[in-house]
């Protein structure tokens, strides 16, 4: 174990052990002042954001850009919060009664016995997202990147465990066997689409704007014949919502690119209308979707800032 690997998990230790030390209301105070010292002085990632943002809404304007990603900066320190007292009475009551949406049409699904491929996107409460199929039982696979400090890969995975124990974790290095068998043993296999392949992605458009999306979930539809679901998780009014839909799609009598992104296309563009209406809550907002190149410094006035 890198000396390194040590120090950043035991820092990471100190700092949850000391959040829990505080009522939830005072945390997430911390967390959205943290949220407005960053937006003030450190903006991380405006430029990244910014351009994201104007790919979602074209015709809106700087200012009013502006005034969004103050939001979304707010958002983003809460989540980092929320991630250390997901355990508390409140917010654990708030999973437990969170409002489902296609849920039955899950579980007919399941009846089928070839699993179910359910694609997501990345946004604030997702691990709430998570906890809530292990409180419920439910058979899923998350395929998840492991990060690189391994202490603080398995502490993770070890605290969404305390919830329950039915949400496996398979790497993204693992390969398609792995999602395969987890498909074959009638499982929910959990995919991301909202990442950029460069160079070996399947290239669709999203936003009207051409993405290199994983062409995982369209290829394992292709071999296994097993239904794709949308899914998306998000608060509204105090409250959790987790929402299950199915993509209608054709049959398919082929593997190829053109079935493969006819597919993540399909998909994919189910979640346009949930990131319009709540774009602060989608965390790949920070993420290089489209190109690692083109992302100009963002200019902000003194009104723009705290205003």
């Not at 355990?87 to 699993?115: C, F, M, P, Q």
């Not at 946004?123 to 409180?135: G, Q, R, V």
């Not at 296999?189 to 909202?194: E, K, R």
């Not at 190829?256 to 209406?277: C, G, Q, V």
Request: with cysteine; net charge positive; aromatic share 14%.
């Amino acid at each position: 174990m890198k000396p390194k690997h040590t120090l950043e998990y035991a820092l990471l230790r100190s700092v949850i052990f000391s959040l829990n030390l505080l009522p939830v209301k005072a945390i997430l105070f911390l967390c959205s002042t943290i949220g407005y010292i960053a937006w003030v002085i450190f903006p991380f990632r405006l430029h990244v954001a910014y351009k994201n943002l104007s790919t979602v809404f074209p015709n809106c304007n700087h200012s009013s850009k502006l005034r969004l990603m103050k939001k979304v900066y707010f958002q983003f320190t809460r989540t980092f919060g929320l991630i250390f007292i997901l355990h508390r009475k409140s917010l654990l009551s708030l999973i437990k009664n969170a409002e489902i949406t296609g849920l039955d049409e899950v579980k007919s699904a399941l009846k089928d016995g070839k699993g179910i491929i359910l694609t997501t996107i990345h946004a604030s409460w997702f691990e709430a997202y998570f906890a809530w199929f292990n409180l419920h039982d439910l058979p899923a696979s998350l395929i998840y990147q492991k990060q690189s400090n391994p202490l603080s890969d398995e502490f993770f995975v070890r605290q969404r465990s305390r919830y329950g124990t039915s949400l496996q974790h398979l790497s993204s290095h693992e390969g398609m066997k792995a999602y395969q068998k987890a498909l074959s043993d009638n499982r929910i296999l959990i995919v991301s689409l909202d990442q950029s392949y460069t160079g070996r992605g399947a290239i669709i458009p999203f936003f009207k704007t051409p993405l290199a999306c994983a062409k995982g979930a369209p290829i394992l539809h292709l071999r296994t014949k097993a239904p794709v679901f949308t899914s998306v998780y998000y608060m509204d009014n105090g409250k959790l919502h987790i929402d299950f839909a199915k993509v209608a799609l054709p049959t398919y009598t082929e593997i190829n690119d053109e079935n493969i992104k006819d597919i993540a296309t399909r998909s994919i563009a189910l979640y346009e209308p949930f990131i319009r209406k709540y774009p602060e809550q989608w965390f790949s907002l920070f993420h290089r979707l489209w190109g690692k190149k083109g992302y100009p410094a963002i200019k902000r006035s003194f009104k723009q800032i705290f205003f």
